[in-house]
């Protein structure tokens, strides 16, 4: 045997009799696990030795041991139990096998379907795009629903928020889109959603249509909350993996509010101090690290679409307020218009697209502004006109759009299972405000 074979020989059998280093579990308070006698960097994985393994997650280290996050249930651990580490952080696999399957938190299949076995693994952390390397946005994508490509467009590349108390419509909304949108593939992150509604948006909602052509990533309500932080963060990595192989993505996530509330958990269990409405401040040290790895690369692109849960309609919500300073524009759905039976519930006139005027034509914008003026004029004299009190010709807009409400209305208004191509809503929208 040569000298270069016994070489390559050495290391694996130097690393077959390298002792195992254990640690052992000393405390165990709130979230998290303070283990000693383990040396490992934060984000690495440790495993919990027992009757049924748990992983957990380096949260933090000091002289005292590693202060680690259960990636399960705690139940049935105690004090002494033995811990190993794991030799990194978190990998997931990746590859084009993954689209129409289910993920959960961690990135492993819960649908039944073939293990994912032989393709290659990545890490979920990621540093986003450097910014001078981001194309810019130049390109409409088509969302297939007429409210929002005619007067909220959106840009291949671009980040948007949909803001929205609870049941207004979000999740229905981004069923509408992942089955409209011209994008090559869909990944849809459910953050903290109830167990009993995942199963109604994969077969009602999203349909083996949209499903095909998806990858969906669950993290229940139930889920602990290193799990629900960390599905959003392996559904953007999911997607990351797409753009670098030259697709253009639509990362969907519902709901940016629970990854914020999972990590607030967190921070508090690891004794942060609460800051706004019980936030601590590594909640908006979090929201840019994770909304700026979505947008254009030179290979491709991830438009995201972040569903954002305000608390009580409060559109200053701490979470909202943060997240519309990240985002290149947002999406109001309002409940006046939901508990009317208006689909989709969307506000155009609160409703804005920074990338508009990169991504639309001259006629489309003057057609968009005029459409706009007519609801704020109509908007303004509402109330005038329901008791008979409005004098026609007072406002040349508010005249067009009384005369034309039943057609903005029709035109505004969308089923589920609709979806019109951009062509059509272009004309549809030069028809409706011209002369």
């Given at each position: 045997?040569?000298?270069?074979a016994?070489?390559?020989?050495?290391?694996?059998?130097?690393?077959?009799?390298?002792p195992?280093?254990l640690?052992?579990?000393?405390?165990?308070?709130?979230?998290?696990?303070?283990?000693?006698?383990?040396?490992?960097?934060?984000?690495?994985?440790?495993?919990?030795?027992?009757?049924?393994?748990?992983l957990?997650?380096?949260?933090?280290?000091?002289?005292?041991?590693?202060?680690?996050?259960?990636?399960?249930?705690?139940?049935?651990?105690?004090?002494?139990?033995?811990?190993?580490?794991?030799?990194?952080?978190?990998?997931?696999?990746?590859?084009?096998?993954?689209?129409?399957?289910?993920?959960?938190?961690?990135?492993?299949?819960?649908?039944?379907?073939?293990?994912?076995?032989?393709?290659?693994?990545?890490t979920?952390?990621?540093d986003?795009?450097?910014?001078?390397?981001?194309?810019?946005?130049?390109?409409?994508?088509?969302?297939?629903?007429?409210?929002?490509?005619?007067?909220?467009p959106?840009?291949?590349?671009?980040?948007?928020?949909?803001m929205?108390?609870?049941?207004?419509?979000?999740?229905?909304?981004?069923?509408?889109?992942?089955r409209?949108?011209?994008?090559?593939?869909?990944?849809?992150?459910?953050?903290?959603?109830?167990?009993?509604?995942?199963?109604?948006?994969?077969?009602?909602?999203?349909?083996p249509?949209?499903?095909?052509?998806?990858?969906?990533?669950?993290?229940?309500?139930?889920?602990?909350?290193?799990?629900?932080?960390?599905?959003?963060?392996?559904?953007?990595?999911i997607?990351?993996?797409?753009?670098?192989?030259?697709?253009?993505?639509?990362?969907?996530m519902?709901?940016?509010?629970?990854?914020?509330?999972?990590?607030?958990?967190?921070?508090?269990?690891?004794?942060?101090?609460?800051?706004?409405?019980?936030?601590?401040?590594?909640?908006?040290?979090?929201?840019p690290?994770?909304?700026?790895?979505?947008?254009?690369?030179?290979?491709?692109?991830?438009?995201?679409?972040?569903?954002?849960?305000?608390?009580?309609?409060?559109?200053?919500d701490?979470?909202?307020?943060t997240?519309r300073?990240?985002?290149?524009?947002?999406?109001?759905?309002?409940?006046?218009?939901?508990?009317?039976?208006?689909?989709?519930?969307?506000?155009?006139?609160?409703?804005?697209?920074?990338?508009?005027?990169?991504?639309?034509?001259?006629?489309?914008?003057?057609?968009?502004?005029?459409?706009?003026r007519?609801?704020?004029?109509?908007?303004?004299?509402?109330e005038?006109?329901?008791?008979?009190a409005?004098v026609?010709?007072?406002?040349?807009?508010?005249?067009?759009?009384?005369?034309?409400?039943?057609?903005?209305?029709?035109f505004?208004?969308?089923?589920?299972?609709?979806?019109?191509p951009?062509?059509?809503?272009r004309?549809?929208?030069?028809?409706?405000?011209?002369?």
């Open positions: 045997m040569t000298a270069a016994l070489a390559g020989l050495r290391e694996p059998a130097l690393a077959a009799t390298r195992e280093v640690g052992r579990v000393d405390e165990m308070l709130g979230l998290h696990l303070r283990v000693t006698g383990l040396r490992a960097a934060v984000g690495d994985l440790v495993e919990v030795l027992g009757p049924q393994p748990l957990a997650e380096v949260g933090a280290s000091s002289t005292d041991g590693l202060t680690c996050l259960p990636l399960g249930d705690t139940r049935g651990l105690g004090v002494g139990a033995v811990v190993r580490h794991t030799g990194g952080p978190l990998r997931i696999r990746v590859g084009e096998q993954l689209t129409g399957r289910v993920l959960d938190g961690l990135g492993r299949p819960i649908d039944g379907g073939p293990d994912l076995r032989g393709l290659p693994e990545v979920v952390d990621q986003a795009p450097d910014a001078l390397s981001r194309p810019r946005i130049d390109q409409q994508l088509r969302l297939g629903v007429r409210a929002l490509d005619a007067l909220v959106c840009g291949r590349g671009q980040r948007l928020g949909i929205a108390g609870s049941g207004v419509g979000k999740s229905s909304l981004l069923s509408m889109i992942a409209g949108t011209d994008a090559e593939v869909s990944v849809i992150a459910l953050v903290g959603e109830r167990g009993r509604e995942v199963r109604e948006f994969l077969e009602n909602d999203l349909g249509e949209g499903l095909a052509r998806s990858v969906v990533v669950v993290s229940t309500s139930d889920a602990p909350p290193v799990e629900r932080l960390r599905a959003a963060f392996v559904a953007t990595r997607a990351e993996w797409f753009r670098d192989a030259g697709r253009h993505v639509v990362l969907m519902d709901s940016l509010t629970r990854v914020a509330m999972a990590q607030r958990e967190i921070g508090l269990s690891a004794g942060e101090p609460p800051a706004t409405r019980g936030y601590p401040p590594s909640v908006f040290g979090l929201l690290r994770l909304l700026e790895r979505a947008g254009t690369s030179p290979s491709g692109s991830i438009t995201g679409l972040y569903t954002v849960l305000v608390e009580g309609d409060d559109l200053q701490p979470v909202g307020d997240a300073s990240i985002l290149d524009g947002h999406v109001v759905l309002s409940r006046r218009l939901a508990t009317s039976g208006h689909f989709p519930s969307i506000d155009v006139l609160e409703s804005i697209s920074r990338v508009t005027s990169a991504v639309t034509s001259a006629d489309h914008q003057a057609d968009a502004t005029r459409l706009r007519m609801l704020a004029a109509h908007r303004d004299v509402k005038l006109v329901e008791i008979g409005y026609a010709g007072t406002d040349p807009d508010a005249d067009a759009a009384i005369a034309r409400s039943g057609r903005i209305d029709t505004l208004r969308q089923s589920m299972s609709e979806s019109t951009l062509e059509n809503t004309r549809a929208l030069h028809d409706l405000v011209a002369p």
